[in-house]
């Protein structure tokens, strides 16, 4: 799935919880990612678009660092430094999607959903 088809699917998910959400509920986006330095701005700026359309959604997000080799990391951490809502997991070599997710799951226990 590319990050276009995530957006579009993501947004369509939102439009329909927006309809049944009566109180403010807290979900954690757990994102894995590997040398992903070029297109984290990317994502961020899709993925402010899609939540600013939950008003009574506080929406976190739990990074995790696969073990990248570029800048990956230093973006994530300017992040975690410049946004509350933002925490970064970083695993210390490339342990694959699964285990990534499990450690943002770990992470991510506090949410809602």
């Known amino acids: 799935m590319c990050l276009a088809d995530f957006v579009d699917f993501f947004g369509i998910i939102t439009g329909r919880l ?3 959400l009566e109180n403010t509920m807290h979900i954690d986006i757990i ?10 701005p990317l994502f961020w700026q899709e993925m402010q678009k ?3 359309r939950l008003p009574r959604v506080q929406f976190g ?3 995790v ?3 990248s080799r ?8 300017a992040w975690a430094e410049k946004y509350q ?5 970083s695993l210390t070599r490339n342990f694959g999607k699964e285990a990534a ?3 943002g799951l770990d992470e991510a226990r506090q949410a809602d959903a």
């Open 31 to 40: 994102v894995p990612v590997y040398n992903e330095e070029e297109a984290l």
């Open 18 to 20: 927006n309809l049944f």
């Open 101 to 103: 997710l499990t450690a």
């Open 65 to 67: 660092n696969d073990g």
């Open 61 to 63: 997000y739990v990074f």
């Open 50 to 52: 899609v939540t600013a």
């Open 85 to 89: 809502y933002v925490r970064v997991v």
């Open 70 to 77: 570029d800048g990956t990391l230093t973006v994530l951490r």
